[in-house]
């Protein structure tokens, strides 16, 4: 099994807040962008197209996310829900709304999006999240996320394995629903054995 490093996000990556626009500012085409409500509904590990847009005014003012960066919705009504994120892997710079974070980093985007979906993230986040009717994490307190972080080979390997119990998982034409559901069970236990924290080989 791979031997992680512990570091902590800000070893690694910025954090900065999300913008400002909201979705009465959607237009029918223009700059890609990806609004926070979207984040529990729409998108999941990584998205390469958005599903809505902004003009050429609202996009120049917009805080934004290049490929690769991860957006995180930081509001939500449920510690569950809150957090939630997706890997940016379109090719062009895209706006992002506010109650947001944008992490930037230099790792494989899909890797840090798994972990941020693992349930050692999940225990982390908890204690970083308050409030009642509405729960946030504020988007600087998530420098102190500790991150299971092996080398870029061992995180492209542990993405390939992730992927395809992925695949499966979300995939409807590859097996019938109580088949799905084992595979979603045994994605789930990999994915978090894969992502824990471990002692680091010698």
Known sequence: MFGYA???????????????????DFTEDGHQCI????????FGVYAKECIAHVSDDVFNKSKKAVPGDIVMAVTSENVEDVCSCTAWLGNETIAVSGHTAIIHHDQNAKYLSYYFHSSDFFRQKKKLAHGTKVIEVTPSALNDIIIPLPSIEKQNETVNVLDRFNSLCTDISSGIPAEIEARKKQYEYYRDKLLAFKEIEK
Do not use: C, E, N
């Not at 512990?6 to 009465?24: E, M, N």
């Not at 609004?35 to 729409?42: E, K, N």
């Open 35 to 42: 609004h926070y409500g979207q984040m529990y509904t729409h």
């Open 6 to 24: 512990p570091v902590h996000l800000d070893d690694i990556a910025t954090v900065a807040r999300g913008g400002s626009f909201q979705k009465k």
